[in-house]
């Protein structure tokens, strides 16, 4: 999860220069689909891979996915040599690096079923730490990158163009190299029941007598939608956050790019580093519930938007709430301490959650394969990735931050009311049919 992390993320500040550099006819409406197709990729890919791995090895997944990310990634390195139309082989690339990270599913199922109850909580947070650096760490490989230049030196024999700007994808490319020689030779397949006794599972090329039968029981498919519906939510809210951070600060504090790029950045940074600890947090108070991951875009994604205007050469751009957003005129500024202590309970909320989704979902399914099950889940944020933007920016544009905040409230509302309608249905397998003492 780590090296996928940082694979993912060490491209996305390049993105949008990149694209400028290799088609002059892309714009930032075009980048909003190429930042999209990598949740489509990946809402697409989870329950096809969550499926596959409910009846193989869990390895034969994993390692497809992961080729798929590595020639993706080396794609993206040659898009500027087609004659035309380059803006499209970069979103192809990237959306297939979103196809091969529908792993995730397979990952989070692989977890959930090789662990007890009380083992659970540990090992979801500490996936959830490691994928989460590897977010933070992936844009500092970037900037390290940048020393190289727009320039570089090319590799003629291969007509390989070495720059700031597909160095990172190939070290991405590297890196799934290494994740699969990882899971050649370390990674073996294991299954408990909740309680933590071997039990026998497709995914074994040889079954053992001595291992126990999974238990017999129907899921309950109320709290498994409930659950989806929830974790949708969550991710919906922080896509949100994601979008409206930069022109939220720019429209309120009359921020330059530069200074947006260098503010929201340190504020990015701080909630990464936020996660890490909520993850950790999550492992030391939680005994009940446990946690799952940030998804394939969490704090990375936030920086494109960072980039997503061209920037021009004078020193002197219009500053402010722009003209023609109408609501500028009688929506009072958002007081930069209110704002941070804003996003400061977001770096909370978020993690926390997401983490706390994943796990019970987990306990809710019981220990039957729950590959095909994680994939809808994945889906089902993909989904709130890809629709949080839209709904937000048009919202914000046209009605202003007033009514943004407002309906996202409204959300919250009616989620914690769901919460509370099936809070008793949530309730792990084993103990619903009274195998493990709730």
């Known amino acids: 999860m780590f090296l996928s992390s940082v694979g993912f993320s060490i491209v996305i500040m390049s993105i949008w220069p990149y694209l400028q550099k290799i088609d002059q006819t892309a714009d930032a409406s075009f980048l909003g689909w190429v930042i999209a197709s990598f949740s489509l990729g990946q809402m697409v890919a989870s329950p096809l891979f969550g499926l596959w791995s409910n009846y193989r090895p869990r390895k034969e997944p994993l390692i497809v996915s992961i080729f798929i990310s590595v020639a993706a990634n080396c794609l993206y390195a040659y898009v500027h040599l087609p004659a035309a139309h380059n803006k499209y082989y970069m979103l192809m690339a990237r959306g297939l690096v979103g196809f091969g990270a529908g792993n995730v599913a397979v990952v989070r199922s692989y977890i959930a079923g090789a662990t007890s109850l009380q083992e659970r909580t540990n090992a979801m947070a500490n996936t959830s730490t490691c994928q989460a650096l590897g977010f933070i760490l992936g844009p500092v490989f970037q900037t390290c990158f940048a020393l190289i230049g727009e320039k570089g030196v090319t590799w003629d024999t291969i007509k390989l163009q070495i720059n700031m700007y597909t160095a990172p994808v190939l070290l991405g490319a590297f890196l799934g190299i290494l994740n699969i020689i990882l899971i050649l030779f370390i990674l073996r397949e294991h299954r408990v029941d909740d309680s933590g006794r071997q039990c026998k599972s497709i995914n074994f090329p040889k079954e053992n007598t001595d291992e126990v039968q999974i238990p017999e029981g129907s899921i309950d498919q109320v709290a498994v939608v409930a659950t989806n519906i929830l974790f949708f939510v969550v991710l919906f809210i922080f896509a949100l956050f994601e979008t409206i951070l930069t022109p939220l600060t720019m429209d309120m ?4 790019q530069e200074q947006a790029v ?16 909520v993850f950790m947090g999550v492992k030391l108070i939680s005994k009940s519930y446990v946690g799952s991951s940030i998804s394939n875009t969490t704090f990375g994604e936030i920086i494109i938007d960072l980039w997503n205007s061209p920037r021009e050469d004078h020193s002197e751009q219009p500053t402010g709430c722009p ?66 933007p839209v709904f937000i920016s048009h919202v914000y544009t046209y009605l202003g931050p007033r009514w943004a905040f ?32 709730g």
Not at 324 to 332: K, M
Request: one cysteine or more.
């Open 262 to 277: 260098l503010y929201d950045g340190i504020i990015l940074a701080v909630l990464g580093v936020e996660a890490v600890v």
């Open 323 to 388: 003209i023609e957003q109408a609501w500028c005129l009688n929506t009072p500024v958002i007081h930069l301490a209110q704002f941070l202590t804003a996003a400061v309970l977001v770096g909370i909320g978020y993690p926390a959650c997401n983490v706390m989704s994943y796990t019970l979902y987990s306990k809710v399914l019981g220990p039957k394969p729950q590959g095909m099950y994680m994939g809808w889940l994945s889906a089902s944020g993909s989904a709130a990735r890809i629709l949080g």
């Open 253 to 256: 504090y009359a921020w330059t």
């Open 406 to 437: 407002s309906l996202v409230c409204g959300i919250v509302v009616l989620t914690i009311s769901l919460l509370g309608a099936i809070y008793r249905r949530l309730v792990a397998f084993s103990v619903r049919y009274g195998r493990i003492q």
